[in-house]
């Protein structure tokens, strides 16, 4: 199959141009201000569109096998490749868990069936994510993404460091669920002016941060390469940013939801019930400041569906974790871009060039290499309505928001994975 994708803004060599793309058998055949038209070859006119690598987000829940009534490896990559994403790595809390080769063959056979884009595993830290025993780290190395636990903290500081150890012998990341189960105390949402209002059990800043201070320590004694899923704290940023400083091999993630929400914004209702919970202003300035600085690496939607049922039950009763691949560009880039707080060459880079650097993960529009991108129609407003989502999952606290930015297409490794138009 040859086409020509013409006209659009692409984002190419590290800046924009407006270019032609030449795209034959999934290979970027060529690239130029104004190729020339061909017999038997497709042109698609993609004025006033851009063009981007495609995104990839290192923090997703996928659910298969185990829950596939929440979501599906087809159902979770279909809404990736809605988004603008080529690339997704998929969290371990599955069952069976991807503790060890056997477990992890089942998702990869599934993944090799039914992913529309690329879906990169992890392995888990320990057996059965249950925080007593290292998972068999050394067979799912060549297999995985990275190692995390996520959804559950590593409560003890002794198996963290083995499992740095071991991380670091294989050359693999380390991603790690900062959460102290000792300080939750039955809480759900923060603790903050919210919960004392209305009479929630709060969770403290210190259930995340605390576990943050333990890991960098542990990092820079290891030389552990440490990746901190979905930041949420002031405190935290503060840890991460000097262990920076001190040299120690870490990275860190943050979430679209704590960069557009606080506690201000919650509701009496299960889509705004997720972990960590929204913070405080205070907090999400100093995310915001931690991006502009380069304390915060890149940008993960932690996407996390449920069944309606699950999300039904209000911010006390209601499962944690919302849905966010077919939101997240729109939200950052009407939120953050069109507001002057960041660039979208910034942004591009939160979203595919950091996670490519550190994981590994997707690749920029190269010719002579496979076609793994996403087209954006930037001044296309609609409205977030769930009942439009490709994911199984419905929960998001931005619908009804008016956002900009409506993907059109997505090619991810040369294959086309979302076409809205027909293209």
Known sequence: MEYVLAGASVY????????????????VAD??????????????????CSVFPGLSDVHVHLREPGFSYKETIASGSAAAARGGFTTVCAMPNLSPVP????????????????????????????????????????????????????GKGVQDAGLMEA?????????????AHCEDDS?????????????????????????????????V??????????????????????????????????????????????????QEDGRFKMNPPLREKADRDALIEGLLDGTIDMIATDHAPHSAEEKSKGLEGSAMGIVGLETAFPLLYTGLVKTGVLTLKKLLDLMHGAPMRRFGVGHDIEIGRSADLTVFRLDKSYVIDPRDFLS??????FEGREVCGECILTIADGRIAYDAYGI
Request: glycine share 10%.
């Open 12 to 27: 190419y060599g590290g800046r924009f141009a407006s270019l032609d793309l030449y795209i034959k058998d999934g290979i």
């Open 99 to 150: 503790d060890c080769l056997e477990n992890l063959r089942r998702e990869l056979a599934i993944i090799e069936r039914d992913a529309k884009v690329r879906v990169l595993p992890y392995g888990s830290i320990t057996k059965g994510e249950a925080g007593a025993e290292l998972s068999d780290m050394e067979e799912l190395a060549p297999h995985v993404a990275a190692f995390s636990d996520d």
């Open 163 to 175: 499992a740095m150890h071991k991380a670091k012998s294989l050359g693999m990341i380390l991603a």
């Open 392 to 397: 199984l999952g419905r929960a998001t606290p």
């Open 217 to 266: 320590e542990l990092a820079k004694k290891t030389g552990c390469a440490y990746h901190v899923c979905h930041v949420s704290t002031k405190e935290s940023v503060a840890v991460i940013r000097k262990a920076k400083a001190d040299g120690a091999d870490v990275t860190c993630e943050t979430a679209p939801h704590y960069l557009l929400l606080t506690e201000d914004d919650l």
């Open 31 to 48: 690239a130029a201000p104004s190729l020339p038209r061909m017999p038997g070859v497709r042109v698609f006119d993609l004025d006033g």
């Open 183 to 215: 300080l939750l105390r039955g809480g759900y949402i923060h603790d903050g002016a919210y919960a004392k209002a209305h009479g929630h059990r709060g969770i403290c800043s210190e259930s995340e941060w605390g576990p943050v201070k333990r890991d």
